[in-house]
């Protein structure tokens, strides 16, 4: 098969889909690799370092649309990309489809096969291949969210875990999955005080079990949630359904009591996010500030550290990969049921229930069009 990785070209994403290590196992299968010219210097990856991996550098990303079976990217293609995926191509990479219509209607029109890294499961229910980008956007939350309370930010002025004889901030993460105790991990270790919120108790059992008297676990509830939001400093916008649109649990009306200066980190941007309030932003403009609390709201904090997620993003991602090239996207599917679960868009039909549901399009089981 000839699979194809581009440059990135949302703003501020310098991750890349393939790396050079990655290029080697594709060609040690007998694939053919070609990489747009620059795809991974912002992940530290030269042209040379692809080009020894066994790959052709092709100087535009029109070229490798144009030439390749599979296009195995980071973020979701963007409308400068549509008119370059072709009729039966395979999309490999994040998609979050529930947030984004657009992108929906250009991957059915085209009818390619795209393929979601974040509704691929594991035999344990887990996404895994969200799982690794859940990890750095949690631990890269609370660093974000710290500079964010700095005076020069727009925040308080207030140190996460204070001083001798200078209280902590007050850090709400709502939700507890693996976002939420990435983003707890972290704040327990910089001394701030933590507060982890779920609906879900067997998941709040387990991380009080953890981490013991360092935080305190609560049951998330509307009224419990804006008594929360106001005692805080920073809240950690982190719930997801999978493969749907993110629950605004995080109201409008919340602001009103919370303190002038805090912070809000929404996480589920990419799934049109959790918080009522938020409006998606990048990494060179990331806040803005409403009724007085700073809001951050970047929808690919994963980005800003693009060696670091790259390298997690593609040890997961890299088995599927070749999976589909080795075997043609139908047979590794009726190999691979869990993979499966990965198959958004086919021959122009929508097999996501949860994404078919959420716009009122007919879903279709991805069994029986192969």
């Known amino acids: 098969m000839k699979v194809g990785c581009v440059k990135e070209i949302k703003k501020y994403e310098y991750r890349v889909g393939l790396t050079p290590e990655n290029v080697k196992e594709y060609v040690s299968h007998n694939h053919e690799v070609y990489i747009q010219k620059s ?6 990856f030269t042209d040379e370092m692809y080009r020894e991996a066994g790959a052709v550098i092709l100087d535009t990303a029109e070229k490798v649309w144009a030439e390749c079976d599979m296009i195995v990217k980071v973020k979701e ?68 969210g710290a500079r964010c309370l700095e005076g020069t930010m727009g925040g308080m002025g207030l140190l996460l875990g204070g001083v001798a004889g200078v209280r902590q901030a007050n850090v709400l993460i709502v939700g507890a999955g693996v976002v939420g105790t990435s983003a707890c991990k972290m704040a327990v270790g910089l001394g701030a005080r933590v507060t982890i919120a779920d609906n879900n108790l067997d998941r709040l059992a387990y991380l009080d079990d953890i981490f013991g008297s360092k935080i305190q676990t609560m049951y998330s509830t509307d009224a419990a949630l804006e008594k929360a939001c106001h005692a805080a400093d920073l809240v950690i916008g982190c719930v997801l359904i999978p493969g749907a649109k993110a629950p605004k649990l995080i109201k409008e009306r919340y602001l009103d009591g919370m303190k002038k200066g805090s912070v809000i980190v929404d996480v589920a941007v990419d799934q049109g996010g959790c918080c009522e309030t938020t409006v998606p932003t990048y990494h060179d403009n990331p806040t803005f500030v409403l009724k007085d609390v700073v809001h951050y709201c970047v929808a690919n904090i994963p980005g800003a550290v693009a060696q670091t997620s790259t390298m997690a993003l593609t040890n997961s991602t890299l088995r599927h990969g070749l999976a589909i090239a080795d075997n043609g996207l139908e047979e590794a599917i009726r190999k691979d049921k869990l993979l499966a679960l990965g198959v958004n868009c086919y021959d122009g039909k929508l097999t996501c229930k949860e994404v078919a549901e959420g716009y009122g399009i007919e879903f279709e089981d991805i069994f029986a069009l192969i």
């Open 77 to 144: 293609p963007l409308k400068e990309e549509y008119d370059l995926i072709r009729e039966n191509q395979i999309i490999y990479t994040y998609l979050h489809l529930a947030a984004d219509r657009p992108l929906t209607d250009a991957l059915l029109k085209n009818k390619a096969k795209a393929v979601a890294y974040e509704t691929i499961r594991d035999r344990n229910g887990g996404l895994p291949l969200l799982k690794p980008m859940s990890e750095v956007a949690g631990r890269f939350s609370i660093q974000a």
């Open 39 to 44: 795809a991974g210097e912002g992940a530290s």
